[in-house]
């Protein structure tokens, strides 16, 4: 068993080359809380999750850190160093316990490059998390506060089962992250949050944060942007 099976960056990888590229890699453990990367490591291993999860943090051009994303198995982070070599350019911290794979610069670029199959799936990665960075960068540039709320609260929910037109956060985010996501104050997130539930467009309930009327947010979402263009 290659230590790259079960991870869906690699399928389509030859067995007999993946099984001999595998020997350069290994697997790693990280305990709940502990530092994975920091910004300026000099590292360039690229990471991919095993198992766990983990928070990756960016920083902003004025220096504050803002929560870029939280990662499951199958995601990975890293790939920036690993291509053009320079520091790293966020801070990583297990949510949990994990299990990592650590591939050497070399190992990826050897795969990346002689498998087009995979190459293709890195670009459309990168791609997708240009255009993700650059929605949030600009909401945050456009968008007040009320609405940049929104609109993560959207990004991070998903279709409620059994309730049609509705959605939900699960687990329930605490207010100290969706203030780090958006770029504002724990205290302003739980007024906003508070505004919300008291007009019927979120309710609190066990296990999650329900958007009782997503459509809603959407469309103000939208109006707010298109006032700022």
Wanted: charge should be neutral.
């Amino acid at each position: 068993m290659s230590l790259f099976d079960g991870i869906p960056f690699f399928v389509g990888l030859d067995p007999a080359r993946g099984e001999a590229l595998a020997r350069q890699c290994a697997r790693k453990r990280y305990a709940e809380h502990e530092l994975v990367l920091d910004f300026d490591d000099p590292s360039s291993d690229v990471y991919f999750i095993v198992s766990g999860d983990v928070r990756v943090l960016i920083r902003t051009a004025a220096g504050k850190e803002m929560i870029f994303g939280d990662f499951g198995p199958g995601k990975f982070f890293g790939e920036m160093a690993a291509i053009d070599g320079a520091k790293r350019s966020a801070n990583v911290t297990a949510l949990t316990n994990a299990e990592l794979l650590l591939v050497p610069t070399g190992v990826f670029k050897e795969i990346v490059l002689g498998e087009p199959e995979i190459c293709e799936r890195l670009l459309r990665m990168l791609t997708s998390r240009v255009r993700e960075l650059n929605t949030r960068l600009f909401e945050r540039s456009v968008l007040d506060l009320k609405h940049r709320l929104y609109s993560e609260l959207l990004r991070l929910s998903a279709p409620r089962k059994g309730v049609a037109g509705q959605s939900i956060v699960s687990p329930p985010p605490f207010q100290h992250d969706l203030a780090a996501r958006i770029g504002c104050r724990r205290e302003q997130v739980s007024r906003e949050l508070s505004a919300m539930i008291d007009e019927g467009l979120a309710e609190k309930i066990r296990g999650g944060l329900v958007l009782l009327r997503p459509a809603v947010l959407e469309k103000r979402v939208q109006e707010a942007l298109n006032e700022a263009q």
